[in-house]
């Protein structure tokens, strides 16, 4: 489904990826943890190319991408493949609800505008905002932002989900909101790449737990493997100052 051969970022000296392997299956829904300024952030923006890569390859569902010498098309290709739900929503402020998620649709993949109306009330039914498709960004708590971000992603009907830590900009009382919307789209199956700090979110739902420090992959797996039973050091670490509570098994 997706493989990442070697990924290498630099933003100036600072070496942010330095030659991340990473392979996805279908179905699958991946977490990627780690302290702030590990490369994340960085490597999920590398997979659609709002980053560029310095080098390596990105290939999703068959379609290889050399990241040296990206084509137009290719870039292209790969976004067709991902949507991306943002850490801070990036809607359309001028724009409905509705009209937010009909533009991908629209301007994008050249559906009707009737079609896309349609295609887009279903998707907003689906995440609970079927009641707000004539109300403006500024008029929505920001879980419900968040649920349009997430309607617009699933309109597309992407190959796979990228989602950029989805509730750090929530108070703390609308994470659930948000977070129940992503269970009951994991339940469906579709593919999801998910950097995030819930961690009972990742123990959860996630098929497959990722653990990023220093711009490498320290450590990858189930999630009883990685919360239980952490191998390495830094890992360990990690997740004692961000769920204290966890025992391990040695």
């Known amino acids: 489904m997706i493989r990442v051969r070697n990924i290498t970022k630099k933003f100036g000296k600072q070496e942010v990826l330095k030659g991340i392997d990473l392979s ?66 990036n809607l359309f402020k001028h724009k409905t609800v509705l009209e937010n998620v009909m533009e991908g649709l629209v301007i994008v993949q050249g559906f009707g505008k009737v079609e896309a109306r349609e295609k887009s009330v279903q998707v907003l039914e689906k995440v609970g905002l079927g009641d707000k498709l004539d109300m403006y960004p500024s008029q929505l708590s920001g879980g419900q932002q968040q649920r349009v971000g997430i309607a617009r992603a699933l309109a597309l009907e992407p190959e796979v989900i990228l989602f950029d830590e989805p509730t750090s900009a929530l108070d703390p009382e609308l994470v659930g909101e948000v977070l129940s919307v992503i269970r009951r789209i994991a339940a469906e199956g579709i593919t999801m790449i998910v950097v995030t700090h819930e961690m009972g979110f990742a123990r959860d739902v996630s098929s497959h737990v990722v653990f990023m420090d220093g711009g490498v992959i320290v450590e990858e797996g189930k999630p009883n493997e990685i919360f239980r039973s952490p191998k390495e050091e830094r890992t360990r670490q990690f997740l004692s100052r961000i769920t204290p509570e966890l025992t391990y098994d040695i």
């Open 24 to 89: 996805v299956e279908q179905g699958e829904v991946v977490v990627i943890l780690g302290p702030s300024g590990s490369g994340k952030t960085t490597l999920l923006r590398c997979l659609n190319f709002l980053e560029k890569p310095d080098s390596g390859e990105v290939e999703i569902s068959g379609y290889q991408v050399d990241c040296k010498r990206p084509g137009k098309q290719d870039i292209q290709t790969l976004r067709r493949k991902t949507a991306m739900v943002f850490q801070h929503y």
